[in-house]
């Protein structure tokens, strides 16, 4: 069942050169019964299926009877809790399970491979060009966010590669880092720190490579990042506040040049994770608290 919400503003460019806005089209795409929370989104290359990580049957082979359909927080440790996921050029799915560690999924779907284990909160997950896979243990203390992100800076980044299996540590020390996004010539990337209210660059390349330095500074909540279709911005949602949420674009350079109210459907909601462009006006929305997928149509954003 789809639904449609129509709201039409104005927009409105503030004393600071950043364009303000507000969505200007809502449709929601209704979860199956009984699963809640898309986290993370991506897409099949050359397929207009979309895939989510969510809750409804998160054991991935063991414990069916009991975590089929079963969406309560207190069955994570033994049913798992998928976040972060990426698609590669093949088709192939990584996904982050929390509980569980990195895994992976061919493109006809079926059982999920574990392929790295050693992980405490694994959260956020990248792929560039080549096939390297990116991730983020979100903090070696704990697996849930509302604890990690009051004084944990135990959080790292680390690449997997397919070929040899191997898993490398890229950075340490990070505090509750949610999102990643490459950029486009994969030299680095970006890092969302929850609880310090930045964004991080990591470099993968060039005269810099193997440092950190500050992207992006006073962006409170800032949940995730995902690259723009074109490569030239890039798109943080934020949370300041619980049913408080904005979607930024930030240029290349770290400086904000829009910010979108993201309300609707989302009024009543506490927390939206993802906003994934699939077009130059249209994003989709995900939250762990939605039973349904977002889709926002936004003009001169």
Known sequence: MKMSVVVVFAALLLPSAVLSLEVSVYSMVMLPNNTIGPAYITFLPGSPVVALT?????????NGTLCDNNTSPSLFGTCGRALGIATNTSGFIYFCDAYKGLFGVGPSGGPATLLFPYLFFCNAVDID?????????????????????????????LRYDPNT??????ATGLATPTGIALSSDNSYILITQLIKDTILKFYITGPKVDSLEVFARNIPGASNVRRSLDGSNYYVPQNPKPYSHFLL???STGNVQANLSIAGPYSNIA?????R????????????????LGVATIFGF
Do not use: H
């Open 54 to 62: 969510g809750i409804s049957n998160g054991d991935y082979g063991w």
């Open 129 to 157: 060009s080549i096939g390297m896979v990116y991730f983020t243990d979100g903090s070696q203390k704990y697996r849930n966010n509302s604890l990690a992100r009051i004084n944990d800076t135990s959080g790292r980044l």
């Open 165 to 170: 299996r191997d898993v490398t540590v890229l």
């Open 249 to 251: 674009r930030i240029n």
């Open 271 to 275: 927390y939206f994770r993802d906003a």
């Open 277 to 292: 462009p699939v077009s130059p006006t249209a994003f989709y929305i995900g939250s762990q608290y939605a039973n349904f």
